[in-house]
């Protein structure tokens, strides 16, 4: 079973709409979780990452949201853009420095249509 | 400043064939990794090194070996290649390694016939 569950799988969004992406997570102990946006064809590239004691943390019109005890994060984008299109990555990281353990998940496919 | 680049963009090879994916970053990160996208599995991790001259094993490193001589370049090498390993490979690097915040490549595209 992945540890790292993001929800929805896909969403098609208005332009200028609001919208957020969940991700739950089981991965023990936890060190940090990141969210990376992904345009197709393109690598992924970082947009915000939390440590267990930061529970909110903002990039532009990118809020992501992180409650360590529950284990979940929630990515919010305000006021959509066409260039919002993209797949969303949630990582959650147990390691330290030095021993990679790395968790992904399989990402939220946005479409923002006119 | 490149960041990291890799090549070749894509690639079609033959089964059995042996092939190198190169990866630079001019960047000057310690840590530097290799992964690879499939559709409906997200990012798997084959091999990534923390330092120049040491590399460990990642998630499903199997068929692929990897190499560090130095800071800037990390390349992933296919012996024989499968049809299993068409894919998307992203090379990654971090400053210090994890938990630092990893910068990705391209990618390349990899289709084994």
């Known amino acids: 079973k992945n540890q790292v569950e993001q929800s929805p799988q896909s969403l098609i969004i208005l332009e200028g709409k609001n919208c957020t992406l969940q991700?739950?997570?089981?991965?023990?102990?936890?060190?940090?979780l990141r969210w990376y946006k992904q345009d197709t064809g393109r690598g992924p590239v970082s947009l915000t990452i939390?440590?267990?004691?930061?529970n909110t943390k903002s990039n532009g019109r990118y809020t992501a949201t992180l409650d360590a005890d529950t284990k979940q994060s929630s990515l919010h984008i305000t006021a959509s853009q066409l260039s919002d299109s993209a797949s969303y990555i949630c990582?959650?990281?147990?390691?330290?420095?030095?021993?990679?353990?790395?968790?992904f998940g399989k990402g939220n496919q946005v479409v923002v249509i006119p | 400043i490149a960041g990291i680049t890799q090549a070749p963009t894509s690639q079609i090879l033959a089964a059995g064939r042996r092939m190198t994916l190169r990866c630079t970053q001019d960047?000057?990160?310690?840590?530097m990794y290799w992964y690879r996208q499939d559709l409906g599995l997200g990012l798997r991790l084959i091999h990534y090194?923390?330092?120049?001259?040491?590399?460990g094993k990642g998630e499903v490193p199997d068929g692929y070996s990897v190499s560090r001589a130095n800071t800037d370049d990390f390349p992933l090498t296919l012996a024989s290649a499968v049809p299993s390993q068409t894919s998307v490979y992203f090379c990654?690097?971090?400053?210090?390694?994890?938990?630092?915040?990893?910068?990705f490549g391209p990618g390349t595209r990899l289709t084994v016939l």
């Open positions: 090194s923390n330092t120049a001259g040491t590399t």
């Open positions: 990654a690097s971090s400053e210090r390694g994890e938990p630092d915040t990893q910068y």
């Open positions: 939390m440590t267990f004691s930061e």
């Open positions: 960047m000057r990160h310690n840590a």
């Open positions: 990582v959650v990281s147990s390691s330290v420095y030095g021993n990679n353990r790395l968790a």
């Open positions: 991700c739950n997570y089981t991965v023990s102990p936890f060190s940090n």
